[in-house]
Protein backbone atom coordinates (compact mmCIF):
# COMPACT_ATOMS: atom_id res chain seq x y z
CA UNK A 1 0.00 0.00 0.00
CA UNK A 2 2.87 2.40 0.64
CA UNK A 3 4.06 1.37 -2.78
CA UNK A 4 1.34 2.30 -4.45
CA UNK A 5 0.82 5.35 -2.28
CA UNK A 6 4.35 6.74 -3.30
CA UNK A 7 3.62 5.36 -6.83
CA UNK A 8 0.35 7.51 -7.03
CA UNK A 9 2.04 10.70 -5.42
CA UNK A 10 5.19 10.15 -7.95
CA UNK A 11 2.53 9.96 -10.95
CA UNK A 12 0.41 13.39 -9.81
CA UNK A 13 3.79 15.16 -9.24
CA UNK A 14 4.99 14.40 -12.72
CA UNK A 15 1.26 15.34 -14.04
CA UNK A 16 1.64 18.55 -12.62
CA UNK A 17 5.72 19.69 -13.54
CA UNK A 18 4.42 18.12 -17.11
CA UNK A 19 1.24 20.92 -17.09
CA UNK A 20 3.41 23.60 -15.40
CA UNK A 21 5.82 23.25 -18.35
CA UNK A 22 3.65 23.05 -21.11
CA UNK A 23 2.19 26.49 -19.67
CA UNK A 24 5.19 27.93 -19.30
CA UNK A 25 6.09 26.81 -22.72
CA UNK A 26 2.80 28.01 -24.50
CA UNK A 27 3.31 31.94 -22.76
CA UNK A 28 6.46 31.72 -24.12
CA UNK A 29 5.57 31.11 -27.39
CA UNK A 30 2.89 33.49 -27.22
CA UNK A 31 5.04 36.41 -25.96
CA UNK A 32 7.75 35.33 -28.92
CA UNK A 33 5.01 35.73 -30.84
CA UNK A 34 3.20 38.92 -29.97
CA UNK A 35 7.52 40.45 -30.37
CA UNK A 36 7.56 39.04 -34.11
CA UNK A 37 4.28 40.74 -34.82
CA UNK A 38 5.13 44.40 -33.10
CA UNK A 39 8.39 43.77 -35.14
CA UNK A 40 7.01 42.89 -38.03
CA UNK A 41 3.90 44.62 -38.76
CA UNK A 42 2.07 47.73 -37.31
CA UNK A 43 0.08 45.95 -35.01
CA UNK A 44 -1.39 48.83 -32.75
CA UNK A 45 -2.79 47.30 -29.93
CA UNK A 46 -0.27 46.57 -27.80
CA UNK A 47 -0.11 49.81 -26.25
CA UNK A 48 3.82 50.98 -25.06
CA UNK A 49 5.25 50.42 -21.80
CA UNK A 50 5.39 53.36 -19.22
CA UNK A 51 8.75 53.97 -18.35
CA UNK A 52 9.30 52.61 -14.86
CA UNK A 53 12.34 54.64 -14.30
CA UNK A 54 10.20 57.58 -14.16
CA UNK A 55 8.15 57.12 -11.00
CA UNK A 56 9.48 57.02 -7.16
CA UNK A 57 7.97 56.75 -3.98
CA UNK A 58 6.29 58.82 -1.88
CA UNK A 59 4.42 58.90 1.42
CA UNK A 60 1.56 60.96 0.09
CA UNK A 61 0.77 61.01 -2.93
CA UNK A 62 1.89 57.36 -3.35
CA UNK A 63 4.33 58.20 -6.03
CA UNK A 64 6.10 61.17 -7.86
CA UNK A 65 7.66 62.02 -11.05
CA UNK A 66 11.50 62.05 -10.98
CA UNK A 67 13.27 65.34 -11.50
CA UNK A 68 15.63 66.40 -14.59
CA UNK A 69 15.47 63.18 -16.54
CA UNK A 70 17.22 63.24 -19.78
CA UNK A 71 15.34 62.63 -22.94
CA UNK A 72 14.57 59.31 -23.61
CA UNK A 73 13.02 57.44 -26.63
CA UNK A 74 9.06 56.34 -25.93
CA UNK A 75 6.45 55.74 -28.25
CA UNK A 76 2.88 55.85 -28.09
CA UNK A 77 1.71 53.53 -30.88
CA UNK A 78 3.29 54.36 -33.99
CA UNK A 79 4.34 57.96 -32.74
CA UNK A 80 8.04 57.91 -31.54
CA UNK A 81 9.30 61.19 -29.62
CA UNK A 82 11.46 62.02 -26.56
CA UNK A 83 10.21 62.17 -22.90
CA UNK A 84 12.19 63.90 -20.42
CA UNK A 85 11.53 65.94 -17.30
CA UNK A 86 12.02 69.25 -15.90
CA UNK A 87 13.07 70.69 -12.30
CA UNK A 88 9.54 69.61 -10.99
CA UNK A 89 9.09 66.17 -12.72
CA UNK A 90 7.16 67.90 -15.30
CA UNK A 91 7.49 66.41 -19.01
CA UNK A 92 8.14 70.36 -19.61
CA UNK A 93 10.95 72.45 -20.58
CA UNK A 94 12.55 74.05 -17.17
CA UNK A 95 10.57 77.25 -15.60
CA UNK A 96 12.73 80.25 -16.15
CA UNK A 97 10.52 82.41 -13.19
CA UNK A 98 8.20 83.86 -15.83
CA UNK A 99 5.76 86.16 -13.21
CA UNK A 100 2.76 84.88 -14.79
CA UNK A 101 1.99 81.19 -15.68
CA UNK A 102 -0.78 78.42 -16.23
CA UNK A 103 -0.62 75.34 -14.31
CA UNK A 104 -1.85 72.48 -15.61
CA UNK A 105 -2.20 69.44 -14.18
CA UNK A 106 -3.82 65.59 -15.15
CA UNK A 107 -3.01 62.33 -15.84
CA UNK A 108 -1.33 60.47 -18.84
CA UNK A 109 -3.74 62.35 -21.07
CA UNK A 110 -2.01 65.31 -20.09
CA UNK A 111 1.10 64.15 -19.28
CA UNK A 112 2.11 62.69 -22.47
CA UNK A 113 0.70 60.50 -25.60
CA UNK A 114 2.15 62.71 -27.82
CA UNK A 115 5.49 64.53 -28.65
CA UNK A 116 6.04 67.40 -26.27
CA UNK A 117 5.44 70.16 -29.26
CA UNK A 118 2.42 68.63 -29.84
CA UNK A 119 0.98 68.05 -26.48
CA UNK A 120 -2.08 69.76 -26.18
CA UNK A 121 -1.00 72.33 -23.18
CA UNK A 122 2.26 73.25 -25.61
CA UNK A 123 -0.78 73.84 -27.99
CA UNK A 124 -2.22 76.24 -25.33
CA UNK A 125 0.59 78.02 -24.42
CA UNK A 126 1.51 78.95 -28.10
CA UNK A 127 -2.40 80.15 -28.58
CA UNK A 128 -2.36 81.81 -24.97
CA UNK A 129 1.32 83.30 -25.29
CA UNK A 130 1.60 82.88 -21.51
CA UNK A 131 3.70 80.34 -19.75
CA UNK A 132 2.18 76.53 -19.03
CA UNK A 133 3.58 74.70 -16.99
CA UNK A 134 2.59 71.07 -18.24
CA UNK A 135 2.76 68.91 -15.08
CA UNK A 136 0.44 66.32 -15.76
CA UNK A 137 1.34 63.02 -14.36
CA UNK A 138 0.15 59.23 -15.73
CA UNK A 139 -2.20 57.53 -13.37
CA UNK A 140 -2.95 60.41 -11.27
CA UNK A 141 -6.51 61.16 -9.92
CA UNK A 142 -7.49 65.02 -8.90
CA UNK A 143 -6.91 64.21 -5.45
CA UNK A 144 -2.77 63.24 -6.33
CA UNK A 145 -3.19 66.22 -9.01
CA UNK A 146 -4.36 69.04 -6.17
CA UNK A 147 -1.42 67.36 -3.86
CA UNK A 148 1.64 67.86 -6.46
CA UNK A 149 -0.19 71.05 -7.96
CA UNK A 150 0.14 72.44 -4.12
CA UNK A 151 3.64 71.48 -3.74
CA UNK A 152 4.74 72.92 -7.65
CA UNK A 153 3.32 76.35 -6.34
CA UNK A 154 5.17 76.20 -2.95
CA UNK A 155 8.34 75.82 -4.78
CA UNK A 156 7.77 78.74 -6.94
CA UNK A 157 6.54 80.91 -4.46
CA UNK A 158 3.82 82.67 -6.50
CA UNK A 159 0.34 81.70 -7.26
CA UNK A 160 -0.89 80.57 -10.77
CA UNK A 161 -2.85 83.01 -13.11
CA UNK A 162 -5.23 79.39 -13.68
CA UNK A 163 -4.95 75.89 -12.83
CA UNK A 164 -5.92 73.70 -15.42
CA UNK A 165 -6.89 70.27 -15.05
CA UNK A 166 -7.12 67.46 -17.49
CA UNK A 167 -10.26 65.27 -16.63
CA UNK A 168 -10.85 62.15 -17.90
CA UNK A 169 -13.27 59.12 -17.47
CA UNK A 170 -11.22 57.24 -15.35
CA UNK A 171 -10.40 60.53 -12.73
CA UNK A 172 -13.01 58.95 -10.81
CA UNK A 173 -11.91 55.42 -10.19
CA UNK A 174 -8.30 56.83 -9.96
CA UNK A 175 -9.84 58.88 -7.01
CA UNK A 176 -11.80 55.94 -5.53
CA UNK A 177 -8.12 54.23 -5.42
CA UNK A 178 -5.92 56.94 -3.87
CA UNK A 179 -8.47 57.10 -0.85
CA UNK A 180 -7.87 53.54 0.08
CA UNK A 181 -4.67 53.54 0.14
CA UNK A 182 -3.02 54.81 3.66
CA UNK A 183 0.12 56.05 4.37
CA UNK A 184 1.10 53.23 6.42
CA UNK A 185 0.75 50.45 3.32
CA UNK A 186 1.32 53.04 0.76
CA UNK A 187 5.28 51.62 0.31
CA UNK A 188 3.70 47.74 -0.07
CA UNK A 189 1.33 49.26 -2.59
CA UNK A 190 3.79 51.27 -4.64
CA UNK A 191 5.86 48.20 -4.68
CA UNK A 192 3.33 46.02 -6.03
CA UNK A 193 2.80 48.89 -8.75
CA UNK A 194 6.82 48.47 -9.64
CA UNK A 195 6.38 44.67 -10.33
CA UNK A 196 3.14 45.52 -12.60
CA UNK A 197 5.02 48.50 -14.32
CA UNK A 198 7.98 45.76 -14.79
CA UNK A 199 5.72 43.59 -16.16
CA UNK A 200 3.95 45.42 -18.57
CA UNK A 201 8.04 47.14 -19.46
CA UNK A 202 9.11 43.08 -20.29
CA UNK A 203 6.21 41.21 -21.31
CA UNK A 204 3.63 41.95 -24.52
CA UNK A 205 1.73 39.17 -23.28
CA UNK A 206 1.07 41.23 -19.96
CA UNK A 207 0.37 44.18 -22.00
CA UNK A 208 -1.96 42.27 -24.20
CA UNK A 209 -3.83 40.82 -21.26
CA UNK A 210 -4.23 44.33 -19.58
CA UNK A 211 -6.49 45.37 -21.96
CA UNK A 212 -10.14 45.00 -22.03
CA UNK A 213 -11.56 42.40 -24.76
CA UNK A 214 -13.47 44.62 -26.69
CA UNK A 215 -10.73 46.80 -27.38
CA UNK A 216 -8.40 43.75 -28.55
CA UNK A 217 -11.15 42.17 -30.95
CA UNK A 218 -11.97 46.26 -32.48
CA UNK A 219 -8.22 46.00 -33.60
CA UNK A 220 -8.31 43.34 -35.88
Given at each position: ??G??????RT????????C??????LF??????????????L????????I???????E?R??P?????????????????????????????????????????????????P???????????????R???????G???????G???????R???????????????D??DDR???R???G??????????????????????????????T?????
Open positions: MRGKGSVIILKGMGITASVALTGLEFLLRFLNARTSSFIPPAEQFYTQYDRLWIRENLSPTPYRVEDVRYEWFSNEFGCFDKPYEGENEYILMVGDSFTHHYAFEQKWGSVLERALGMVLKCGVYYGTGQELFAKRIVEIGKAPRLIVVGYVFNLRTFLYSQDGERRFVSLRVKDWLFDHSFLYRLARLPTRVLSSF
